[in-house]
C-alpha cells in the first residue's frame, strides 16, 4: 500500500551497520514511509532526540551495543517504550528466536526479506496499533519485574498494558497516557502504592480512575489501609490468573459504564 500524502507518512528509523543494507532497505521502503537510517545504537539514540518514529527495524547483532541491549533500553525509557520494535537478523535460530520475544520485539524478519513480506510485517504493526486505541488502558507499577510480566501476558490480549518498575516515574507516564486503571504494588522502595495514590489522584481525570493494589499480605489492616487510601480493591500475590482477570474485567466494565452515564447527563 503506497502512501502518498507526506503528512500521513508514517515515520521508520532503519538500523544496520553494514552500509549496503541500511541503504537498500531504505531505497526498498522509501516509497511508503519516511525512513531514518541509523548505524550504530549510538546513532539511534541521537536519532531518536530529533525524530520520534512509528517503528523501528533494528538489526539484532550490532557490533558494540547488540539488538538486544538496544531494545532493553528502549523499553526502561518512558519516551520510547511504546515504540514497536522489529528485528531484523541473519539467523533465525531458537536462542535468536526465544530472545527475541523475551526481549519485547513486536516481531522478527530474517534477512535476507523480500519487500512485501517486510511491509506486510510493519503494516500489521501499525493495524495492531490502532486496535490498541480502542483498548481500555491499565498501568501496572510493580518493582519485581516477574510481576509485571505475568501481568502483561495474562492481560494483553484485551487490555493496553503499561509497566513500570520505578513507581517515582508514575507521574512522567500519565502525564502520557490515560490508564482506565491502576495495578500498584502495595510496598515498594522510594514511593509505595499508599504513596502514588494521592499523586494520581490530584490529577482531574483521574479523581475517580479505579486504583487496585498487588499485595503479598492479606491482613485486615492492609486491606482497610488500602481501601481508606481510594483502592477500590486489591489482588493478592502469588497472583491467580483467574483472579486477576475476573477482578480487572469487572472494576473496567464497572468504571466505564459510569464515565459513559456521566457523558449522556
Known amino acids: 500500500m503506497e502512501q502518498t500524502n507526506e503528512s500521513t507518512r508514517r515515520k521508520i528509523v532503519l538500523v544496520d551497520d553494514v552500509s549496503f543494507h541500511l541503504m537498500s532497505t531504505k531505497e526498498r ?27 523501528i527495524l533494528l538489526d539484532v547483532y550490532l557490533p558494540g551495543c547488540d539488538g538486544f541491549e538496544i531494545i532493553k533500553k528502549l523499553k526502561e525509557d518512558i519516551k520510547f517504550l511504546d515504540i514497536p520494535v522489529i528485528f531484523l537478523t541473519s539467523k533465525n535460530d531458537k536462542e535468536t528466536v526465544v530472545g527475541a520475544m523475551k526481549s519485547g520485539a513486536a516481531d522478527l524478519i530474517k534477512k535476507p526479506f523480500i519487500d512485501a513480506e517486510l511491509i506486510e510485517c510493519i503494516e500489521y504493526q501499525f493495524d495492531v496499533e490502532i486496535q490498541e486505541k480502542n483498548k481500555p488502558i491499565i ?35 500519565i502525564k502520557m497516557i490515560a490508564p482506565d486503571l491502576f495495578l500498584l504494588d502495595c510496598k515498594m522502595p522510594k514511593l509505595s502504592g499508599f504513596d502514588l495514590i494521592p499523586i494520581i489522584r490530584k490529577y482531574q481525570e483521574h479523581e475517580e480512575t479505579p486504583i487496585m493494589f498487588l499485595t503479598s499480605e492479606n491482613s485486615l489492616d492492609t486491606v482497610s489501609a488500602a481501601i481508606n487510601f481510594g483502592a477500590c480493591g486489591y489482588i493478592t500475590k502469588p497472583i491467580d490468573n483467574a483472579i486477576l482477570r475476573d477482578k480487572v474485567s469487572s472494576t473496567l466494565k464497572d468504571y466505564i459504564l459510569r464515565r459513559r452515564l456521566r457523558k449522556v447527563k
Not at 548505524?39 to 532526540?49: A, K, V
Not at 501496572?140 to 490480549?157: E, F, M, P, R
Request: contains cysteine.
Open 139 to 173: 498501568l501496572a507499577i510493580d518493582d519485581n519485574a516477574s510481576i509485571l510480566t505475568s501481568v502483561k501476558q495474562l492481560l494483553g490480549n484485551k487490555y493496553t498494558i503499561y509497566t513500570l518498575p520505578d513507581s517515582t516515574r508514575c507521574e512522567e507516564l
Open 29 to 55: 521502503l522509501k516509497k511508503h514511509y519516511d525512513v531514518f537510517p541509523a548505524q550504530s545504537g549510538e546513532e539511534l539514540f541521537e536519532l531518536l532526540e530529533k525524530v520520534k518514529p512509528d517503528l
